[in-house]
């Protein structure tokens, strides 16, 4: 049966002949699936496979992989294929790398050497410039458990941790969970790349690093405080998977750090619930006022976590539920019950859950659910453990004004053909009897009436019940013991008849009559009886002995005589106990005088509880909660300190919260709600009441002169980037000053606009309680209202990855980027409207490092269409030198007459000055356009102290300098305009000089990065030495060219 | 978190496993049957077990159980949420989720597991980026694939991973351009023996169809919102919009999607419409039953009531059944004892019975309990909850789109007790 390669593909032909040795089901195949059984039954055919994978044909090799998939899904051993598989880990076929990557990480562990050879492959993909390719490499080579790479596994993690991509960084948290459980010993290094990604800004990050911390690293709370606000904020847009893992964390996280929002006297018992039930809201409010001021942070979290309540994930919406009823106001938890109760329409699995974790709460606090009691009505299409369970929580739920039509509904049930359900039912109707008084009688009718009824199973659990409610009154009811002595005959369930004996035992002294004679019957079938019923039969032997010993003495002797003999050991025990007892001999020491106190001691009535009462013990919506006992990995979640931990840890040095409103070119106002130092922040965009992204390309807080700001904006709906320039001066000092706290309440009062319908005491507490503040923040950002304009707006719809990372910004560790010291207003023309047959084109540098690559330098060039007509697809054509690296903008779909749309590209000049030339085109036509830059566009400004300058320049003479006198005009001899007429000519950045008639300015090229230092050095009156040092021979002279016109013209 | 998935079929075999972590031994399913034998029902298994080391948590879809196995705490719905979202991808990819689907497409299988979790945590579970990793199998594309040796796995990061609006895809183009919603209300009731409603509440869902080109933003606004509160969305809702003005205001997923599902609870005043007229009664002694059931409209406001199906589980004692039809076929099934009779539309002149009789077991006592009843049927044009849709508009693109809203009401768990 040597298959050859060929005949695989015809696949019918193949299946059929094999399938005679197929033991499981067939498989009608397609390409996929083909030969399910092909080798389980004959082990040489792998040898076919091997062929295939050692073949040079992709097709082959594909083929087989799919094979061997198909093997592994079925749980048959494919491992012997290993070497032939592990040599097409580099094949240029993706879905075939896949396929090798999956069967790498099955069976890796068993064959730890040879998994070895793949490790270099992976390697060389974490470098890919392909995202996805780096990703999967790292999740491939963390997934493979060989104690070995665990070295190269924890430098591929912290290589990936700063990855520019958050998808890479995501996946470096996962990462971290594997190779922490491959080798606990490395948790210390582990920690500290858990550190860093919490900082992460991503909201594709924030879920998995969660995770991993919570894997890793869980009692480090102290890792936590700088993250805990931006985690809160973040929390609405991340994955709904991340979002349950937050939550679960951060409702730990606030066990831990503030105080009880639970009144004082909480002990955390039922009386006080029912305080909260029966008070009125508002003076329960009062009271809290004054003895309670929530934490503003603990505010933050339940305020940013009820959206979540709306997810149609119902794992978020139970994690929600079960942070509120952790850390809420008791008065805010009815917020959730809604919720849960919308979930129960849910799948099967999904209710069980959710009504488990209803059932504990309902003990707790009935009043939350009792409005939505017909919502647990049973159907008869339920699963049994759905029914008990809605049964359970229909129990919680009763109380004096709605048990009338529990128990009607309770009627309907009883009578189920799932017999199990209706015992259920019995039992719960004994629960109600004892909970509610008023109804014990109306009850126990019932449950005398099922004792009639034809099923055992229904009979036998009312009895059960019969005597447990009966031990509450036994007085008003010797006729239904009577009644329950003559279903004796008729009962055989044994719990139903050991109930019986013992009822007649301990009310024996009700009915002298008839107790005798149950002993008398049950004396005759004592050998065939069942233990529990024996045990009972003695002890109402015994308990009749003590009380009519003249009619029962014979009968007493001959059971004890029958229990003395008998097989079980307790039952011989339990007989020769109650011998000694009770039969007066001479031996029988001091206990026989007590016997009478002992056996027929009033015993108190059994608490019917639910057996969900001592579920609270675990946090809700746990496994552990979900199967009662604590599941590995569970953690505690702790009482409510005392005393609230310092709150000051969770300060996040932020520079100053600016809070704008910019009616923008573009489409949609956007807000800025916070702004972090030189990264990501989240603003708000005024039309689509989301948060926006927020890239601050260069901010106020560096050293700028001009103070001048600016920042790149990216609404995260509409995706329309616009670009910010403050104009006037923004003070920094004033930005400095302004406190914490007016960061809180400006966000606070931002979120609170955003939600205007939520009417939350709390909210309005806070607004009163800090005006002061509050009026001094207002005028500021008026101010600041003035002090944006809007710069320039981008097209709509700019690459995603603009919000990624600052990564760009940082290229160099020494050499810091920093902000333009100044931007040219001066826009050079692209396209003239005649040329261009309406679209008319002009560049300009903005001189932003560019966001696309490090290495590009941008250039914004705003369209306009002058004719009469709309302009329909203007997109970049073919470029001119064929290897120019261009960041193209996204196709602009159409321009409307008189319309003009700014959008931003990156080139890569490659530190020459030679032109760009690409061609503009519109869905008709083509133009061919060039861009060329002046050589001092090409530099990006770099921030260096004087010293470093000094050693800089040091390390760049000879060859590397030039340098010219000149004489330079009147207007120019003071070092302000220097300044201004070296930043105009190019973009550098000014480094302090401790001379005064020294300037000197810094920067370095896009492309490569070569360091540029510019001296100018007044010699008296009116001449200066321009020095250029530079390793870039060609750029320097032209920057010195540039520099002495500049500064000798004006 | 989530170790090892088995998909057990019916008859308790595991056809596929696939694990994250470490391998565990599929000897720890011997758990899952055990639970599986003592459940009478397969939907009476417990959807979680627990084992000496593990944890099996399961869901049942399609009578194909997912085992999922865990070793340590995790939330069980994380888990629960996450196999039904398996499901729903294997439907979505597939059409069908069934063991032969599923053998099938085994490798598709498994290469959708392994990008939906990553060390059994849930890395892409957005049914548009999985679509761009992994295209789905049609049979064009397997042809082509044949013939040019492509292949179905996406060699880019889908654009969504990365985007804040990870449910689109970006450049999306039709040459049509349509926005379809499906108002779909299902009605949840429990009918008393007397015909008073013991409960009953509105289950509602707008369901989308949405097939447009690039980056639009839809509003969609209802007459009357406030019927809606409790409502739950897709993420791509904007929930503070939604609090301030009532609108729903989102960037349609590219596709089919469920853009909000609502609940009107049993506290609102719901209107039932379709009556039954019972009469079945088992005699003492006799081995005859009666049985009489007559159907009719009530408050449809004017619509018909169509596709009506009534099924009944009868009582273990009936053998078999002698019925008449007014209208429709009905089945009598004496193994299952399941009555089903499939009435169709109903005419308000002339009202569908089925009347007859029933032969019991001779000898055998009286059934506690009448059967209940099971109804289903639709009511085209129509939402019971009187849930309107005011107007849609598009925003951000420039084209006209075609825009259509369909109502619809359904029985969901319609249960008469008799």
């Known amino acids: ?1050 | 978190m989530i170790h090892s998935l088995f998909l057990v079929n019916s008859s308790g075999d595991i056809f596929l496993e696939k694990h994250w972590k470490s391998v565990v031994s599929r000897s720890v399913c011997d758990y899952f049957f055990e639970a599986q034998e003592r459940a009478s029902e397969p939907e009476n298994v417990p959807p979680v077990i627990p084992t000496p080391h593990h944890y099996l948590i399961s869901v049942l879809r399609h009578r194909i159980y997912f085992v999922a196995v865990i070793q340590s705490e995790v939330p069980p719905l994380f888990v629960i949420e996450f196999l039904h979202r398996v499901v729903d991808t294997f439907q979505d990819y597939f059409g069908v989720c069934t063991e032969a689907a599923i053998k099938d497409n085994v490798v598709v299988v498994y290469e959708l597991l392994e990008e939906m979790l990553d060390n059994g945590f849930p890395l892409a579970t957005e049914s548009n980026i999985l679509k761009e990793l992994i295209k789905p199998p049609t049979i064009l594309r397997t042809v082509v694939n044949t013939i040019t040796g492509s292949t179905n796995v996406g060699e880019q990061l889908p654009t969504g991973q990365l985007s804040v609006v990870p449910w689109r895809r970006t450049g999306v183009k039709y040459t049509n351009n349509e926005a379809y919603f499906d108002v779909v209300e299902e009605i949840d009731a429990i009918i008393d023996k007397s015909g008073s409603t013991i409960t009953a509440e509105i289950q509602g869902v707008i369901d989308a169809c949405v097939k447009l080109t690039g980056m639009p933003d839809l509003t969609l606004s209802f007459m009357n919102p406030r019927l809606l509160d409790d409502v739950s969305f897709h993420p791509c809702v904007r929930f503070k919009r939604w609090e301030a003005e009532r609108i729903l205001s989102f960037i349609p997923p590219d596709g089919n999607f469920r853009l909000l599902s609502y609940h009107v609870s049993s506290q609102n005043l719901v209107a039932i419409p379709v009556y039954v007229k019972h009469n079945i009664t088992f005699r003492e002694g006799s081995s005859q039953g009666r049985f009489e059931l007559t159907l009719g409209p009530k408050q449809t406001m004017g619509k018909g009531v169509e596709a009506v199906l009534v099924s009944s589980q009868l009582p273990r004692g009936v053998l078999n059944t002698n019925l008449n039809p007014t209208q429709g076929t009905y089945t009598f099934d004496p193994v299952t004892k399941l009555l089903s009779w499939d009435v169709g539309k109903i005419n308000p002149q002339k009202l569908p019975s089925l009347k007859g009789s029933m032969s019991l077991q001779a000898g055998a006592s009286k059934p506690d309990e009448n059967p209940t009843i099971n109804i289903q049927f639709k009511i085209q044009q129509s939402a019971l909850s009187g849930l309107k849709v005011n107007r849609l508009d598009m925003y951000g693109e420039k084209y006209k789109p075609f825009k259509g809203i369909k109502y619809m009401t359904k029985a969901g768990k319609f249960q008469v007790r008799t």
């Open chain 1, 1 to 1050: 049966m040597s298959t050859n390669n060929l005949s695989y593909n015809d696949q019918g032909g193949s299946d059929s002949a094999v399938e005679v040795g197929q033991e499981t089901t067939p498989t009608s195949s397609s390409n996929a699936g083909a030969g399910f059984g092909l080798f389980s039954t004959n082990f040489k055919k792998n040898d076919d496979l091997k062929e295939m994978l050692e073949s040079n044909k992709d097709s082959l090799k594909l083929d087989a992989m799919k094979r061997i998939i198909a093997l592994i899904a079925k749980g048959k051993n494919a491992s012997e294929l290993f070497p032939a598989v592990v040599k097409n880990v580099a094949s240029k076929n993706i879905e075939l790398k896949k396929l090798v990557y999956v069967y790498l990480v099955r069976y890796a562990e068993e064959q730890q050497d040879l998994a070895l050879l793949s490790i270099s492959t992976f390697q060389r993909a974490l470098k890919d410039p392909n995202q996805l390719i780096r990703a999967s490499a790292l999740r491939v080579l963390s997934s493979i458990r060989v104690p070995i790479i665990v070295p190269i596994m924890m430098l591929a993690i912290k290589e990936a941790a700063s990855d520019m991509s958050p998808y890479v960084r995501k996946t470096s948290a996962h990462a971290i969970q594997k190779l922490y459980s491959l080798d606990p010993d490395q948790k210390e290094h582990l920690i500290e790349v858990i550190d860093k990604l919490l900082k992460d800004k991503s909201t594709l990050v924030a879920g998995s690093v969660v995770m991993a911390f919570e894997e890793v690293c869980p009692d480090r709370i102290d890792l936590i405080h700088k993250n805990y606000r931006k985690l809160c904020n973040l929390l609405v847009d991340v994955e709904e998977w991340g979002q349950v893992v937050i939550i679960s964390m951060l409702t730990r996280y606030a066990r831990t750090q503030f105080t009880s929002p639970w009144r004082e006297v909480s002990g955390g018992g039922n009386s006080e619930t029912a305080f909260y039930e029966s008070d009125e809201k508002k003076t329960e409010n009062e009271d809290e006022k004054k003895s309670y001021m929530m934490d503003p942070d603990h505010r933050l979290l339940l305020r940013n976590t009820k959206p979540l309540l709306q997810s149609r994930n119902t794992a978020v919406v139970v994690s929600v539920a079960q942070l509120y009823w952790h850390l809420a106001p008791k008065h805010e938890v009815g917020v959730i019950t809604k919720s849960l109760v919308r979930l129960l329409r849910s799948h099967r699995e999904v209710q069980y859950i959710v009504l488990q974790n209803i059932a504990t709460m309902s003990i707790q606090r009935k009043g939350m659910f009792e409005p939505y009691m017909k919502s647990f009505y049973v159907r008869s299409t339920d699963a049994t453990h759905i029914k008990s369970l809605k049964l359970e929580i229909l129990t919680s739920l009763a109380n004096e004004a709605n048990i009338s039509t529990i128990l009607r509904e309770f009627q309907t049930y009883v009578k189920s053909q799932d017999k199990e359900f209706a015992a259920g039912t019995i039992q719960a109707i004994g629960r109600c009897a004892t909970n509610i008084s008023e109804v014990t009688d109306t009850c126990l009718q019932g449950l005398v009436l099922l004792l009639s009824n034809r099923d055992e199973t229904v009979v036998a659990e009312s009895v059960v019940v019969i005597k447990k409610l009966l031990q509450t009154q036994p007085t008003q009811h010797s006729d239904i013991i009577k009644h329950m002595a003559k279903l004796f005959d008729n009962i055989a369930v044994p719990m139903a008849r050991a109930s019986i004996l013992w009822l007649m035992g301990e009310y024996c002294e009700r009915v002298p009559q008839i107790a005798p004679d149950v002993l008398r019957k049950v004396a005759k079938s004592f050998t065939s009886e069942e233990d529990i019923v024996k045990l009972q039969t003695v002890n109402l032997a015994a308990k009749l002995y003590l009380t009519n010993s003249k009619q029962t003495k014979l009968l007493t002797q001959y059971i004890l005589n029958l229990g003395k003999y008998d097989q079980n050991y307790d039952i011989r025990d339990r007989t020769r106990f109650i011998r000694q007892l009770i039969v007066p001999n001479e031996k029988s020491g001091a206990l026989g005088k007590y016997a009478r106190r002992i056996l027929l001691a009033p015993k108190p009535a059994p608490v019917l509880e639910s057996t969900y009462k001592d579920r609270d013990r675990y946090q809700l919506g746990t496994l552990s909660h979900t199967i009662n006992t604590k599941a590995s990995g569970y953690l505690e979640l702790s009482d409510w300190p005392a005393v609230a931990p310092d709150q000051s840890v969770r300060n996040v040095e932020v520079i100053e919260p600016v809070r704008i409103h910019l009616y923008l070119y573009c489409p949609f106002p956007l807000t800025i709600q916070a702004l972090h130092q030189g990264s990501v922040c989240v603003c708000q965009c005024l039309y689509h009441k989301v948060s926006c992204y927020f890239v601050s390309v260069c901010n106020a807080s560096q050293d700028c002169i001009h103070n001048r700001a600016r920042f790149v904006c990216l609404c995260r709906v509409c995706l329309c980037v616009c670009v910010l320039e403050s104009s006037s001066e923004v003070e920094s000092d004033e930005e400095k000053s302004s406190s914490q706290s007016s960061e809180e309440s400006d966000k606070s009062s931002s979120q609170s606009e955003k939600s205007s319908s939520e009417s939350d005491s709390e909210q309005k507490k806070k607004t009163t309680k800090k005006p002061p503040q509050k009026k001094t923040v207002k005028p500021t950002a008026k101010d600041r209202l003035h002090g944006f304009v809007p710069k320039k707006c981008l097209s709509r719809s700019l690459c995603f990855s603009l919000y990624t990372h600052p990564c760009p910004l940082s290229c160099a560790a020494l050499l810091q980027v920093s902000g333009p010291a100044f931007v040219p207003e001066k826009s050079h023309d692209l396209l003239h409207r005649m040329t261009g047959k309406g679209l008319s084109a002009q560049y300009q540098f903005p001189r932003q490092p560019c966001l696309y690559q490090p290495s590009m330098v941008s250039v914004q060039i705003s369209l306009t269409n002058t004719s009469d007509r709309p302009l329909e697809q203007i997109h970049i054509g073919d470029r001119s030198p064929t290897g120019l690296n261009m960041h193209c903008f996204n196709t602009i779909e159409c321009l409307l007459p008189e319309a003009s749309v700014t959008v931003s590209l990156g080139i890569d000049f490659n530190d020459s000055t030679q032109a760009a030339n690409f061609q503009l085109c519109t869905k008709e036509d083509q133009f061919s356009v060039s861009i060329q830059p002046a050589v001092g566009e090409l530099f990006l400004p770099i921030t260096m102290t004087e010293q470093d300058f000094r050693q800089e320049q040091g390390k760049r003479l000879g060859m590397n300098e030039s340098s010219a006198t000149i004489t330079m005009a009147a207007a120019n001899t003071t070092s302000q305009p220097i300044s201004r007429q070296v930043a105009t000519v190019a973009n550098l950045g000014v480094v302090p000089s401790g001379q005064d008639n020294i300037h000197r300015f810094a920067g370095k090229t896009a492309s490569t990065g070569a360091v540029v230092l510019v001296t100018v050095e007044l010699r008296g009156e009116s001449t200066a030495l321009i020095t250029i040092n530079t390793e870039k021979s060609v750029m320097g002279p032209m920057l010195l060219r540039d520099l002495k016109r500049a500064l000798a013209q004006a």
